[in-house]
């Protein structure tokens, strides 16, 4: 069975760093595309960052947090992390990591989009909170 676990959420002052974690269980992270995810309060779903799963140069990240965030895979701990520097208020959000990124009736274990498509798996989510 697939499973994805988020960790590392947490309170941070705005400018301060947080390394969110997406263990995987059920598969091999480098066969499936990974994307972050994440939902503010009264906001809708925001793809965040996206890497793919044969090539991990292959990453996709949303203009919003282009430059401060980083998102990478460590295949032996079968883990896909989101490095996040230079936080936000606006970054405020649970997080989540999503598998099986499907689209038009495809499957792709590429980055495609973060803006379009559905996701078969999903992760519990983890807060992040950028306040002072």
């Known amino acids: 069975q697939l499973q994805l676990v988020e960790s590392g959420g947490d309170l941070v002052q705005p400018g301060g760093s947080l390394r969110l974690s997406c263990a995987a269980s059920g598969f091999t992270v480098d066969t499936l595309a990974i994307t972050w995810l994440r939902q503010a309060p009264g906001k809708e779903r925001e793809g965040v960052s996206c890497i793919s799963s044969i090539d991990d140069r292959n990453t996709l990240y949303a203009d919003s947090v282009k430059g401060r965030f980083t998102i990478s895979r460590d295949n032996a701990k079968n883990t896909v992390y989101l490095q996040m520097n230079n936080l936000k208020p606006e970054d405020t959000a649970i997080y989540y990591c999503?598998?099986?990124?499907?689209?038009?009736?495809?499957?792709?274990?590429?980055?495609?989009?973060?803006?379009?498509?559905?996701?078969?798996?999903w992760g519990q989510g983890t807060q992040v909170t950028v306040s002072s």
């Open positions: 999503a598998a099986g990124y499907h689209h038009g009736g495809y499957y792709y274990t590429a980055c495609r989009s973060l803006t379009d498509g559905e996701y078969d798996d």
